[in-house]
């Protein structure tokens, strides 16, 4: 195989150029490529567990799917990942997957030592490990019979999940929620149990535009030949997070586009990799907020520390959360600086944020709901300044919310929806308030708690009035307690030391 030319010294016009030269998988590489996987499948597939018995049962192989860069249409000549994932009749749960994993494993080991002369290849067989955790695959190293390449493979056992639950299920189509609600129940570290939505995985990046995977290819070679080999010995976040912050460039930059320049894309990228502390990326084309128990644990989630990056198929697994991200930094930031990331117009660069806009809906008394979409980055201040132009309000504008089982929270017009760690659709309530008035906000037995505008001189008993105003209780039925005990009617606010934005607790009289 020739030389690659270095990738920095390419001009960025001469990219295309580069990639179907350079990168671009040759057909005899493909074509062995292929050859090698379905040896090594249809051995797994039809002759692995062909009449053993194993955790007391005879094991079947449900189906074999191809994953890694060759199964997603992302191979690079002479470098290509191929994983071969099984399906298997014997586990019928995560849990119970996650138990028996490493049994299958050593099967699998050794009946490929005993048998890998019979698949027409070199083949060495390696567990991998990851840190002191129990194996969930096998690394298998095939030699190559038309070059001095290695073919890497990694064999994963998987729960049968989708096809359990659902049967055929379309790729296009979300899955139950119930699946999502086993695996989060399941308690796995992240990510532990993603083979088993590697068909996801897989055509969330197989569906796209020829463009966009040569672009993958680009990032992806990128990643292998600069930062891994700067970097050896060294963790660093997996491949598919540049593949999953690829994706979304293009969809922020092109509004998904077939059509983009290939150096303007690679410049949006390392863009985003420079500035990775502030990346909170998610799609919700699998799962959504639908589910209480999903919602609850996309929303945790998303409080995590950044750069979240959450795999479409699988909510647990962050693949944010890896170690390395300064070093991927401080390599996309000294890529671009030389000839491939030099673009012909600045102009037409992409408009990469790290966030998508998030819907919220803004409710307030006696006004229309309003829906608004807001940069998580903004300030807040410019979420307060459109409200007040739809609504023509003059007073001060107090935003709050609350979280599910959390205390409501007065929002900063200084601060943004980010520094709240709010990066999914959220519903606040807006209060308008004249001084001297003051807000307070009121919590009912359920722990939903609603704002109030009222002067500090202003006696409970007025408070108990505007409570039954906007529908609640009437006056002789509430009970308000601060701090376990219970307020006098006839004393004001300022009298019983009431602040801004303290809450009252409102239960009802027995």
Not at 446 to 462: E, N
Request: a neutral charge; proline letters at 5%; glycine letters at 6%.
């Amino acid at each position: 195989m020739d030389p690659i030319p270095d990738l920095y010294e390419t001009p960025g016009d001469r990219l295309d150029y580069f990639l179907e030269h350079c990168l671009q998988p040759e057909r005899d590489w493909k074509e062995e490529g292929q050859d090698a996987w379905d040896r090594i499948a249809g051995f797994l597939r039809d002759q692995c567990f062909h009449g053993a018995s194993l955790l007391g049962q005879e094991i079947k192989v449900l189906k074999v799917v191809k994953g890694g860069s060759s199964g997603k249409g992302t191979t690079l000549n002479h470098r290509s990942d191929q994983d071969v994932v099984l399906f298997l009749s014997c586990f019928s749960s995560f849990k119970h997957q996650a138990r028996n994993r490493e049994s299958i494993i050593n099967f699998i080991e050794s009946k490929l030592l005993h048998c890998r002369k019979s698949l027409a290849y070199n083949i060495t067989v390696v567990k991998h490990r990851e840190g002191n955790r129990i194996p969930r695959s096998l690394t298998l190293k095939v030699q190559s019979r038309k070059s001095d390449d290695i073919i890497p493979m990694d064999v994963l056992p998987a729960y049968d999940v989708l096809g359990k639950s659902s049967g055929n299920l379309s790729r296009d189509v979300k899955p139950d929620p119930e699946i999502y609600e086993e695996l989060i129940k399941s308690r796995g570290y992240p990510g532990e149990f993603s083979p088993s939505f590697t068909e996801l995985q897989r055509h969330f990046v197989k569906s796209r535009p020829v463009k966009l995977k040569n672009l993958l290819r680009l990032v992806k070679f990128w990643y292998m030949q600069y930062l891994r080999r700067k970097n050896r010995g060294v963790t660093l976040p997996p491949k598919y997070s540049l593949e999953l912050l690829t994706i979304y460039a293009w969809e922020m930059g092109t509004d998904s586009s077939e059509s983009f320049d290939l150096d303007e894309g690679f410049v949006a990228v390392m863009k985003l990799l420079r500035d990775y502390q502030n990346i909170c990326v998610y799609w919700t084309k699998y799962y959504d907020f639908q589910n209480q128990t999903v919602r609850d644990f996309l929303k945790a989630q998303l409080r995590g520390d950044r750069p979240i990056i959450l795999d479409p198929a699988d909510p647990t697994n962050n693949l944010g959360s890896r170690n390395g991200w300064d070093l991927v930094a401080r390599e996309a930031s000294y890529c671009l600086r030389q000839a491939c990331c030099w673009t012909q117009d600045p102009r037409g660069s992409w408009d990469v944020r790290p966030a998508r806009n998030i819907q919220v809906t803004v409710k307030q008394r006696e006004k229309e709901t309003l829906r608004l979409w807001v940069d998580p980055y903004s300030p807040i201040r410019e979420m307060k300044a459109e409200i007040r132009r739809i609504n023509g309000t003059s007073g001060e504008l107090r935003i709050s919310f609350q979280e599910p089982q959390g205390e409501r929270q007065l929002l900063s017009s200084q601060k943004t929806l980010s520094d709240y760690r709010i990066f999914s659709k959220v519903t606040v309530r807006v209060l308008e308030t004249f001084s001297p008035e003051i807000q307070v906000f009121v919590k009912d037995s359920s722990g939903q708690s609603k704002p109030y505008a009222i002067c500090p001189d202003d006696t409970i008993h007025y408070l108990k009035t505007i409570i039954e105003d906007a529908g609640g209780p009437r006056i002789e039925d509430q009970v308000l307690m601060l701090k376990d005990e219970e307020l006098e009617d006839d004393c004001s606010l300022s009298e019983l030391q009431i602040k801004d934005c303290d809450t009252i607790q409102l239960s009802r009289a027995v």
